[in-house]
């Protein structure tokens, strides 16, 4: 069996070079026939890995540890759910899901496009499979799954094998590799048909229109990986915090980053024919940042605590972005004519403005961000010394771009487009700053004096009123209408135009999240040693250490602390920290015990018994303000991406200067 | 034209305050990574430097003296030790054992003892390690990894 999921995507490789040849022969020879028939091998492709990924999920899940690749990655006594998911447990696994689903993906766009954009479609698929060649060939060759471990001369099954890594036993990780492959591979769709219409010369948007929704949902798919893996990282590593700008994690925020970007410059190209090259360097610069975090995670190009190991996967990696990058940017220069914009920007105070800065900042952020995580090499080329640089680098530049964010996420959608008036924004911001300024003034008297808090919070506040009145002032203009209520009404107002109103939504998550992000200036945490029976008293907590207790299952040995908490002096519970040790790794592994509240989350994470003194357990303790939030956050957000992704009831007309001959000629002219 | 100015202006300012907020935050918290014996071939001048160094905690050698923890790490490739003070305040994670691969965090101090403020370990077996490569503590059993 093993032999024919090796078989099986060999096969798959050879039939996506025919369907990447076939496309280009087709195309250039025009051969229809040609064409088609190089869809269908997409489809041929998609069932072949699919065959592949069967059989290895298939000995995953029935323990044969003949392979080497479930032995390293899967043991007897894992629940079958973790079976499962050490299909993504390792480096040959999760390369073949990354290959599955970008079959997955070009099945699906083969087959939603099989009546459209007929032109543009071979390139398309050209594209998708040229990416899909390459990681048949890692999986193929450079790490295939199916290695079978020989012992002598025959095939031994070991007797057990290592199971999946401890800290990756958890739901949240089960799901967060493919959620966030999901958004990853889901670019690279936007990107082809981005190729496609520049190779094809397309004058219009129709690649936007057609990916609209292929970039929202993969956004989505983006935000709930990365989320996903700070929430792991939060509830699993027992540190306290949810992101410490490690590699890896920031491997997965750059695409998602400039995916961002993107989201909201197609706005100015849909409905102001601007920014056309910018939105193409967006989107490739989107999919290279896809590709380039699975190198980073993949090849020990920096060292991280949590990456793969090194391997020689990085030099393929590398050739492979070098081809892409300069094959898009030679492309983008010679169709650079297609791309003129159709309108200029007319005033510093305006929407488009507004865009422009969201873009400009957000691309800032991203360039810091893979600034600071690729700096260790960097360095180590130009100067001979690697030198790393810390969370406070990462914290000291995005922090302030954070907030300038939040500022423009209240401004830009209440601005005009083309120009606006200072009066006019005196009367559109005056509601919102009065609120900003009552709420710093009020957090001020109370106590709080850090500075970047006070702005958050002031901001957050800023934007929320920016966008109830936004709903507001919809909604009851539909309720005085048709007399509804209020409620009705605003659901009414965002079925109307749900992108706008969606968006809105998405926002208002994001400033939840903000808001979350801006709690940890007032985290508190203590480490400490103490005697069972004891107390230790942090913010207005108190826990006393009741017992410890332990025992054993076939997967791993337990030590449980209970510890009682008061709040203020009240009994608020018990909380069960426990620390394992996992029989086939050895390895130990904490797990946290949170209380999580929406205003702050209680957080122990019992680090085993003292070493030096008897009976003494080690604690340590965090108090966290106003994590729920993010996770909140999150959820708002991805129903607001829900919302946009529900068809308009009422199809907008948008105020657009269409291209007409007058405009091209003044052009022509201009030269 | 002097829209453009301004939109110009703007930018660079933007960009400059975020170029200064960056090279000054490169500047606070950056961290040379040096191996032990390029640590110990240092010029006295330059001990004061705040540096990451690796190398595998050598067996039977951690021990806790109240609060802080006294460790030895080697270089297998030059057959350096260097004896580490960890006196930072969070626990030691969980992957920190007898031959995990540890990255200490900290400075050099005069006797040649370093202290870390802060101790990272990659446990030898987990997440893969290098295909065939040294430093693999835990085998499977009797079986070789396949070399790629």
Redesign the interface.
Known sequence: MEVLGALAILFAFCLSIYAFTGSIVGIVWKRPYLQKSAERAVIGVFTLVTIASGILVYFLTTSDFRL?YV??HSNRAMPVMYKFASWWG??EGSLLLWSWLLSVYSTVVVWTNRKRHTGMMPWVVAVLQLTQIFFLVLNAF??PPF?V?A?GRGVQA??D??GL?PLLQYWMMAIHPPMLYLGYVGFIVPFAFAMGSLITKQKGDAWIHTTRRWSLITWGFQTTGVILGAGWAYAVL??GGYWGWDPVENASLLPWITATAFLHSVMMQEKKGMMKVWNMVLVSTTYFLCIFGTFLTRSGFV?S????????IGYWFLGFLAISVSATVILIFRRLDYLKSETK????LSRE?SF??NN??LL?SAF?VL?GTV??RISEMVTG?????????????NV??GL?LLLLTGVGPLIAWRRSSWESLKKAFRWPTIFMVATIAVLAVAGIYHFYALISFGLCVFVTVTIVMEFWKGASAIAARTKANLVMAAVELTHRNTRRYGGYLVHMGIILMFAGFTGAAFNKDT?Q?IKVGDKLSIAHYELQIREITSGSNDNYTWQRASVAAFRDGAPVGMLFPERRVYVM??????IVAIRRRLNEDLYL?F??MS??EAGHA?L?VYVNPLVSCIWLGFWVVFFGTLTCLVPSKVKLAYARTEVVGVYEKKTTLAK | MK??W??GA??TI??G??GW??A???N??????KTISELKGLPSSELSKRV?VTGDVLPGSIQ????AVKFTICEKEHNQLLSVVYTG???LP??FRDNAQA?ADGRMQPDGTFHASAI?A??P???????G?GGKV?K????N??S?
Not at chain 1, 305 to 312: I, K, L, P, Q, R
Not at chain 1, 385 to 397: D, H, L, Q, R, S
Not at chain 2, 28 to 33: A, G, L, M, P, V
Not at chain 2, 125 to 131: N, R, V
């Open positions: 080497a032995a390293a390792g480096q450079v790490e290695h471990l012992v070991m007797p094998g290592q890594n027992g540190w060292s605590v949590h990456a793969f190991a090194e391997s020689s920007l007319e005033s510093v403005s422009l800065f400009l900042l800032a810091a600034w700096f260790p010394e690697k030198i790393t640089v810390g969370a406070p680098f990462f914290n000291k530049v302030p771009i300038c480490t040693d790794s050895q390895q130990p592994t904490s994470n680090a085993g070493e030096t080690l340590q | 829209k453009y301004r939109f703007l930018i933007i960009l305050i975020l907020l960056a000054s935050g490169i606070e918290s950056k961290t040379y990574y990451r806790r003296a109240g609060t305040r969070d626990p969980d992957t990255m990272a990659k446990c077996s987990k997440y893969e390690a290098k295909p490569g835990q499977p059993l009797n079986i990894p396949p790629a």
